[in-house]
C-alpha cells in the first residue's frame, strides 16, 4: 500500500494489461475519461476545475508485443485504418483515480478500476493486473479479524501448515452422516475440516442441525486428546441468512464460517464482517470465469486485496500441480499476495493451498512460498490413502516434516509407513 495523505492528493493506482487496434495512449486517455469526469463527448459539466478534482490520470503506458488477430471479439481498429494492415499492440498501462471520487468505500473502488472499462469498444484485451491503494482503505475498512497469527491461536498450531481436508461426498450427506464421515478424520488428528462449497443450507442439512452434529465430534475429541480442530461451515446465503447462520455456529460452540465470495458479492462479506466474531473462510469458487484468459480479468494481486479489506481471513490459492488450469507459477504468487501486507503485517490472511495435493506437492510448495503459513487442504490425499484417513493425515504431516527439515521424500519414507505407502499409491493417479 502506498504511503500517500489521505487527503485530498491521495490516489489509487490500477494497473492495466491492454490490447486494442488503435494507438496506444489514446486509448489509455479514454480508460481514464470513461472511469472518471469523461464521457464520448464534452458536456457543459465537466469543467478544468472538476477535471483538477476528479479526473483519472495516466500515469504510465508500456508498449510490449504486437499480434496479428484480437483476442477478444467486438473491438474497432480505427476508422482511417486499412483493414489489411490493422494489428493488435498489448500494453501495459497505469492509471490513477482520485481517492475522492470512492472515498473508501470497496464496492465503489471495483467499480471504478473493473466497471465499464471491459466493455470499451477499442480493446480487444482488458486484465486488471494490480492495484496500490492510498492507506486510508485499510484505516477504514476492517481487514481480517484473525488472519494468519489468529488462526494459528484457535488451531494452536504454529510450526507448520495447517493440515485439513473437506467433507466428501460434496453434496448428499445428512448432518448424522456428515458427522459420521468426519469423526474419524478428526480423530486422525486433522487440524481443519470444511464443508465443499456445493453445500450451504439445504433442506436435508441445514445449517444449524449439521454445525450440532459436527462439533459435538470435534468436541469429543478435544475433551480426551486436547487438540483443537477447526471447522468452516458454509453458511453461504443472503445477507440475513448468513448472519444468523453464523450466530448458529458460535452457539454450538464452532470456531470459522465459510463463504463463497463470488456469490455473496463484497458488500455482504463487508456487513458479515462486522458482525462475526468467528474467522471468516473465503472460498474463490468462480474465479475462472475472472482469469482463464490472459487477455481478460483479473490478476489475483488486485482481486485479493479486495476481499482482505472486507475482512475474511483465510484465501483459496489452488495449488500446485493441481486439477485445474492454473499454472504453479501463479499459484505461487497468488499465496504470497494473499501474504503480503497492505498497510501492516496483520491484515495479512492465510493462503490455502487445494485441488489434488496430497505429500509430493509439499516440498515443492515449502520451497517456492518460503514458509509455513498455510493451509494445505486434501480430500482424496487423506480420505483416499489406502490405509485410512489416520495414515491420510499421518503422511501429508510427514510430507512437510521432510520438506521443512530438506530431506527427500522417498528418503524420509524409509521409516515413515503413511508416506511410503502415499508415494506408492498415488503416484499412479
Known amino acids: 500500500?502506498?504511503?500517500?495523505?489521505?487527503?485530498?492528493?491521495?490516489?489509487?493506482?490500477?494497473?492495466?494489461?491492454?490490447?486494442?487496434?488503435?494507438?496506444?495512449?489514446?486509448?489509455?486517455?479514454?480508460?481514464?475519461?470513461?472511469?472518471?469526469?469523461?464521457?464520448?463527448?464534452?458536456?457543459?459539466?465537466e469543467t478544468d476545475a472538476l477535471r483538477e478534482r476528479h479526473a483519472a490520470r495516466v500515469e504510465a503506458t508500456t508498449e510490449l508485443e504486437t499480434v496479428p488477430e484480437p483476442s477478444l471479439p467486438g473491438s474497432k481498429p480505427p476508422a482511417d485504418a486499412d483493414a489489411d494492415d490493422v494489428t493488435y499492440t498489448r500494453a501495459e498501462v497505469v492509471l490513477s483515480f482520485p481517492l475522492g471520487n470512492t472515498g473508501t468505500s470497496l464496492p465503489n473502488l471495483m467499480t471504478t478500476v473493473a466497471g465499464?472499462?471491459?466493455?470499451l469498444q477499442p480493446l480487444s484485451g482488458l486484465r486488471l493486473v494490480d492495484l496500490d491503494l492510498p492507506e486510508a482503505f485499510a484505516a477504514e475498512n476492517p481487514g481480517p479479524g484473525f488472519g494468519i497469527e489468529g488462526t494459528r491461536e484457535l488451531v494452536d498450531v504454529h510450526d507448520r501448515p495447517i493440515i485439513g481436508t473437506i467433507v466428501k461426498p460434496n453434496v448428499g450427506l445428512s448432518p448424522a452422516d456428515t458427522a459420521d464421515v468426519l469423526?474419524?478424520?478428526?480423530?486422525?488428528?486433522?487440524?481443519?475440516?470444511?464443508?465443499?462449497?456445493?453445500?450451504?443450507?439445504?433442506?436435508?442439512?441445514?445449517v444449524e442441525e449439521r454445525v450440532e452434529a459436527v462439533m459435538d465430534v470435534i468436541h469429543r475429541h478435544e475433551d480426551e486428546t486436547g487438540d483443537r480442530v477447526m471447522y468452516a461451515c458454509n453458511i453461504t446465503g443472503t445477507v440475513d441468512e448468513m448472519l444468523e447462520r453464523h450466530d448458529a455456529v458460535k452457539d454450538a460452540g464452532g470456531n470459522?464460517?465459510?463463504?463463497?465470495?463470488?456469490s455473496v458479492g463484497l458488500a455482504a462479506v463487508q456487513t458479515l464482517r462486522e458482525e462475526a466474531d468467528l474467522p471468516i473462510h473465503g472460498h474463490r469458487n468462480g474465479w475462472g470465469a475472472l482469469s482463464r484468459c490472459p487477455q481478460l480479468g483479473w490478476s489475483y494481486a488486485a482481486y485479493q486485496q479486495f476481499w482482505r479489506l472486507a475482512g475474511v481471513d483465510h484465501l483459496h490459492v489452488s495449488g500446485l500441480r493441481n486439477k485445474f488450469t492454473e499454472a504453479d507459477e501463479s499459484v505461487i504468487r497468488s499465496?504470497?499476495?494473499?501474504?503480503?501486507?497492505?498497510?501492516?503485517?496483520?491484515?495479512?490472511?492465510?493462503?490455502?493451498?487445494?485441488?489434488?495435493?496430497?505429500?509430493?506437492?509439499?516440498?515443492?510448495?515449502?520451497?517456492?512460498?518460503?514458509n509455513t503459513d498455510c493451509m494445505y487442504l486434501a480430500g482424496g490425499g487423506i480420505l483416499g490413502h489406502p490405509d485410512g484417513p489416520?495414515?491420510?493425515?499421518?503422511?501429508?504431516?510427514?510430507?512437510?516434516?521432510?520438506?521443512?527439515?530438506g530431506i527427500p521424500l522417498e528418503e524420509y519414507a524409509t521409516d515413515h509407513d503413511a508416506l511410503a505407502t502415499a508415494l506408492d499409491y498415488y503416484d499412479d493417479r
Open 1 to 45: 500500500m502506498t504511503e500517500r495523505s489521505s487527503g485530498g492528493d491521495a490516489r489509487t493506482e490500477a494497473t492495466y494489461l491492454i490490447e486494442t487496434p488503435q494507438p496506444v495512449e489514446r486509448v489509455a486517455e479514454m480508460m481514464a475519461g470513461e472511469q472518471s469526469s469523461g464521457t464520448f463527448v464534452d458536456v457543459p459539466g
Open 116 to 119: 465499464n472499462l471491459y466493455e
Open 183 to 206: 469423526e474419524p478424520v478428526v480423530d486422525a488428528g486433522v487440524d481443519f475440516v470444511k464443508d465443499d462449497e456445493l453445500i450451504a443450507s439445504p433442506p436435508y442439512s441445514p
Open 256 to 262: 470459522c464460517v465459510m463463504v463463497s465470495l463470488q
Open 335 to 370: 499465496a504470497k499476495a494473499v501474504q503480503r501486507p497492505i498497510a501492516s503485517p496483520a491484515d495479512a490472511a492465510m493462503p490455502v493451498f487445494s485441488s489434488g495435493q496430497w505429500a509430493a506437492q509439499a516440498p515443492d510448495t515449502y520451497e517456492a512460498l518460503g
Open 390 to 405: 489416520e495414515a491420510g493425515v499421518a503422511h501429508l504431516k510427514q510430507g512437510w516434516e521432510a520438506a521443512m527439515k
